[in-house]
């Protein structure tokens, strides 16, 4: 059913262990574009591709040894949420890279989305299924309250609950933080990776100031929740909404959208997160409050 949904050059939702995807055919132009449509996304901001195998990610991106070494190892062996970023080789749909001269490359392991990739044969290009600049789905729900006409593929709620981490291959940036750590990243590199991004040099949205953001406002590092808000917290036990009764990073990461989500369709005004420690997984999830947090009328 997914893949004759795919094949007629429609869009399927498919979970993963990073968060749910609004997936369609990465060499159908057309297919591809209904993403952008359905998103609102600007056309401007390239897809990632999906893929099931190395092989497969090598007919479409340029991998040096380094970028293959890094695939081995972190998509394969090690399997962690990394997206990489190669010189594009392959004919791919030009809408999915946006006209840029590389291509974003993911292997996601959740065994739903691994398997109809592998039958598929064909890359799947897939976002965030959710509406552009809202809160990224991690349960087939939040997808349908999202997209109510399209086809979900259910596959529970997502382990991981971050978007994947984007690491560029030639310059080694990291371009987004996400559900693989800049640790794990810097010790099978051997080295530090550089971080030296500003808003000029922003190439992705997912860098934007304002994303992944809740309709209600959002107050990072509150020490105790004011009238009106809703209390997350984290190693307090259960206190309010906790992310993590006992401070486990990747417990609160599972949880961090969803709760967001929770709260931002009840009565509360506004949302107060307690301090989230900033190593580890803690960096991708104080990304994503920061983005949450910066208001629109700042910039
Ligand atoms: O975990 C994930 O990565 C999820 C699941 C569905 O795979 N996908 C996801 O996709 O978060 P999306 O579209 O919401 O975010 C992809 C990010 C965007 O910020 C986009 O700008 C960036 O990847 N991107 C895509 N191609 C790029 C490229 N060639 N160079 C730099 N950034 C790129
Ligand atoms: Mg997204």
């Known amino acids: ?22 997936a369609a055919d990465a060499l159908n132009d057309q297919a591809v ?15 990632i591709i999906h893929v099931s195998s190395l092989e497969m990610a090598m007919e479409y991106g340029l ?42 490359i993911r292997y996601p392991h959740h065994l739903t ?12 290009a897939a976002p965030s299924a959710n509406i552009s600049n809202t809160l990224s789905p991690t349960n087939a729900e939040r997808v349908q309250q999202h997209f109510p006409d399209l086809f979900v593929l259910d596959g529970g709620c997502c382990q991981v609950g971050l978007e994947s981490t984007i690491l560029e291959t030639h310059s080694f940036q990291i371009l987004r933080h996400g559900g693989c750590t800049q640790e794990l990243l810097e010790d099978f590199l051997g080295k530090r990776l550089i971080e030296n ?25 509150a020490t105790s929740p004011l009238e009106g808000e809703a209390w997350v917290t984290f190693g307090i036990g259960d206190q309010g909404f906790s992310l993590s009764p006992d401070g486990d990073l990747k417990e609160a990461a599972a949880k961090l959208f969803q709760t967001l989500a929770f709260i931002e369709n009840s009565s509360y005004q506004r949302i107060a997160v307690m301090a989230i420690p900033p190593i580890g997984l803690g960096v991708a999830i104080n990304d994503r409050l920061k983005r949450a947090s910066f208001e629109i009328f700042q910039g």
């Not at 059913?1 to 609004?22: H, K, S």
């Not at 574009?33 to 897809?47: A, W």
């Not at 989305?113 to 799947?124: F, S, W």
Request: positive net charge; glycine residues 6%.
């Open 197 to 221: 991004l500003t808003p000029d040099q922003i190439c992705c949205p997912g860098q934007m100031r304002r994303h992944y953001a809740p309709k209600i406002p959002v107050r990072m590092n």
């Open 63 to 104: 991998f040096s040894d380094a970028a293959y070494e890094i695939a081995h190892y972190f998509w394969i062996q090690n399997p962690q949420p990394l997206t990489l970023v190669v010189p594009l080789k392959g004919s791919i749909s030009p809408l999915v890279t946006a006209g840029l001269p590389t291509i974003a």
């Open 33 to 47: 574009q209904k993403i952008y449509d359905l998103k609102g996304r600007p056309s401007i901001n390239p897809l």
């Open 113 to 124: 989305a691994h398997t109809l990739i592998q039958r598929y044969g064909r890359p799947l």
């Open 1 to 22: 059913m997914a893949r004759q949904t795919l094949l007629r050059g429609d869009l399927v939702a498919i979970p993963t262990e990073t968060v749910y995807g609004l």
